[in-house]
């Protein structure tokens, strides 16, 4: 009997190279999946995306060149100011050694230009002029939602449903630019970086190198 138990049980083990296969099916499919995922992050990163001037460019692009512009604006709106008046005007002469900081942060080609690229960003990007340009999304509305918001600002006050969501007609405790800041120009950047010099001194000046 003990013969008989011991072979029953030798029967149901599973055979080392059932186990085998099972684990190399494991791994193909963990391969696959990863792969899989991999593709996913490349493909949503060379999406084109609209921008505001009606060009399309990659979105990986688009962030990097966005971080960067962020990063100028605060810190040398001087160069800001420059790669702005050089993205809208080619023949623009570069104020300086602005060229120098445009080409760390790779803004600026070698030979001085600004690839079609970025500066479609940065004219999507950038709006108002001289000491009152700001920094903006480039990215433009699809054009659903556009048609949307357009339709909406056409309607009156009394047109609009608020039956599931009452109006607030109480705004004695709300807090302006709570949530929200208005993007600082560059004359107010620079004010920062100069130390408070007056605005009016600051638009004197570039009138000056104009």
């Not at 296969?21 to 990163?45: C, F, I, S, W």
């Not at 990097?64 to 702005?84: C, D, G, H, Q």
């Not at 080609?109 to 480039?138: Q, T, Y």
Request: glycine letters at 6%.
């Amino acid at each position: 009997m003990a013969k008989n138990h011991y072979t029953s049980k030798t029967k149901r083990r599973p055979k080392s190279g059932k186990r085998k296969d099972q684990g190399a099916e494991t791994m193909k499919r963990l391969k696959e999946h990863e792969q899989a995922e991999v593709q996913a992050v490349v493909e949503r990163a060379v999406a084109p995306v609209r921008l505001k001037n009606g060009s399309e460019e990659a979105g990986a692009m688009v962030g990097v060149v966005m971080m960067s512009l962020r990063k100028l604006v605060e810190t040398n709106p001087i160069a800001f100011y420059e790669l702005a008046m050089l993205s809208r005007n080619p023949h623009h002469e570069l104020f300086g050694n602005t060229g120098k900081a445009l080409s760390k942060l790779a803004l600026l080609s070698a030979d001085g230009h600004v690839h079609n690229s970025i500066r479609n960003v940065v004219i999507s990007a950038v709006e108002g002029d001289g000491m009152d340009m700001v920094l903006r999304s480039p990215v433009a509305l699809e054009p659903k939602i556009e048609a949307e918001l357009a339709a909406l600002a056409q309607k009156k006050d009394e047109d609009i449903d608020t039956s599931d969501i009452p109006e607030v007609t109480d705004w004695s405790k709300a807090e302006v630019g709570k949530f929200y800041r208005e993007p600082r120009t560059v004359g107010e950047c620079l004010q920062d970086s100069l130390g408070g010099i007056p605005s009016d001194i600051l638009a004197d000046v570039h009138e000056d190198k104009k």
